[in-house]
C-alpha cells in the first residue's frame, strides 16, 4: 500500500532552490533512506512533509489525502525526530517524555504504559531519573527519537538522527530503527553516512542540490554504474607493455597506474578478472595483492556527482 506520495515538491529560500521539483513514494512497512550531503535539501523535505513548512509548489499526500491543504491527515500518524535535539536539558528523561506523551496527546495509564514501553526501546529505562543535561550525547539521541514514538507512530521520519554519537548508540540506534520496522513501522531516515543507508534501508533517494539524482533499491543504484568496476592490481613494477596488454582486453574500458598500482576499470567483472590474470601471469612481474572495488553508494554518488558524499 502506497503511504506517502510526493510529487514535484518545491521550496524555494529567495534565490536558493532547497527543494527544486522532486517526487518519490513510500509503500507502507519500507525503510527509504534520504542520502545527501550537506545543504542538499534533506532538511527541507523532511519538514514539509511534516507539515512543519508549506511547500511552493507541488503536491504530497499520506494515504491519498492531501496534508497540505489538511495537515491533520497525517499529523496523528506520524513520529517526528528533528536533526535539533529538542528536549530539555533541565529536565529528567522522564519528564521530557511525559512532556512529549501529553504533547501527543497520551495521558494517565497509556501514558505510562508508553513512556515504559519507549525507555525500553530505547534502552534508557535505567536512566530515566536522571536530569538530561547528564545524559551523554549518545543517550540524548536516542531520547530525541523515543519522544516521538510514544503516540504509536505509523511513520517515523528522522533527520539525521546518528550525528556525533558513539558507535555503540549509533548501533543501538540503527538496530532500533530496523525492529521498529519489524513490527510494522515505515521509515524515512536521513543521514550523509553512506554506510547506515547501505546497513538499514530498502530503498534510497540519493538528493543533491535541491534535486532527487537518482532514486531506487540499493541494488538498482548501484547497476547504474556497474560498468565502473574497478580492480587494483599492486604489483612489483609497472610497465607500459603491461598497461597495454591489459588495456587490449576487450571489456576493460580503462586502465591506469599509480606508481606500483594498476588500476584497471572493466564492464564486467568476473570473466575479465581472469583475463588480466592470464596476462600478468604471461609476465615476469611479481602481483602482491589484488582489490576489487565493488561499486556502492558511495560510488554511485561519486560517479552522479563527482564529487563525495562528506567533505
Ligand atoms: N529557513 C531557511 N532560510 C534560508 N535558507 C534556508 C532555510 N532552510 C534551509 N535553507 C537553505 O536551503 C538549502 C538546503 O538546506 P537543508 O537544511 O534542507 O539541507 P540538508 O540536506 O538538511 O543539509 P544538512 O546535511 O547540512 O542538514 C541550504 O542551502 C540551506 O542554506
Ligand atoms: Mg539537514
Known amino acids: 500500500m502506497q503511504l506517502l506520495n510526493v510529487s514535484h515538491l518545491k521550496k524555494y529560500f529567495k534565490d536558493i532552490k532547497a ?96 513512556m515504559k514501553k519507549v525507555s525500553g526501546i530505547i534502552g534508557i529505562t535505567d536512566r530515566l531519573k536522571d536530569k538530561v543535561s547528564q545524559y551523554s550525547g549518545g543517550m540524548q539521541r536516542r531520547l530525541n527519537i523515543g519522544a516521538a514514538l510514544l503516540h504509536e507512530p505509523e511513520l517515523i521520519i528522522m533527520d539525521e538522527p546518528t550525528v556525533g554519537i558513539d558507535p555503540q548508540s549509533r548501533k543501538h540506534i540503527l538496530d532500533t530503527v530496523l525492529e521498529l520496522n519489524k513490527e510494522g513501522m515505515t521509515v524515512i531516515y536521513t543521514s550523509h553516512y553512506m554506510e547506515e543507508v ?6 534510497v533517494c540519493i538528493m543533491d542540490n535541491g534535486k532527487i539524482i537518482a532514486n531506487g533499491t540499493k541494488k538498482d543504484l548501484v547497476n547504474l554504474i556497474d560498468d565502473k568496476k ?32 594498476v588500476i584497471v576499470t572493466v564492464s564486467n567483472g568476473k570473466a575479465t578478472f581472469k583475463r588480466i590474470i592470464e596476462v600478468l601471469n604471461n609476465t615476469e612481474i611479481g602481483i602482491r595483492s589484488i582489490d576489487i572495488n565493488e561499486p556502492n553508494l558511495e560510488t554511485v554518488f561519486l560517479h552522479l556527482t563527482g564529487k563525495a558524499l562528506r567533505d
Do not use: H
Open 19 to 114: 527543494v527544486d521539483d522532486i517526487s518519490f513514494t513510500i509503500e507502507k512497512g519500507e525503510i527509504l533512506g534520504l542520502l545527501g550531503p550537506n545543504g542538499a535539501g534533506k532538511s527541507t523535505t523532511i519538514s514539509m512533509l511534516s507539515t512543519l513548512i508549506k511547500p511552493d509548489d507541488g503536491v504530497i499526500t499520506y494515504k491519498g489525502k492531501d496534508i497540505v491543504k489538511s495537515p491533520q491527515a497525517i499529523q496523528g500518524s506520524l513520529g517526528y525526530v528533528p536533526q535539533e535535539i529538542a528536549l530539555y536539558p533541565n529536565l529528567t528523561g522522564r519528564e521530557n517524555l511525559e512532556f512529549w506523551g501529553r504533547a501527543y496527546g497520551l495521558k494517565g495509564k497509556k501514558l505510562n504504559k508508553q
Open 230 to 261: 574497478r580492480i587494483l592490481i599492486k604489483v612489483d613494477n609497472v610497465n607500459d607493455v603491461l598497461l597495454k596488454d591489459i588495456g587490449n582486453i576487450q571489456e576493460v574500458t580503462d586502465v591506469s597506474s599509480e606508481e606500483n598500482t
Open 198 to 203: 547501505e546497513y538499514i534501508c530498502n530503498k
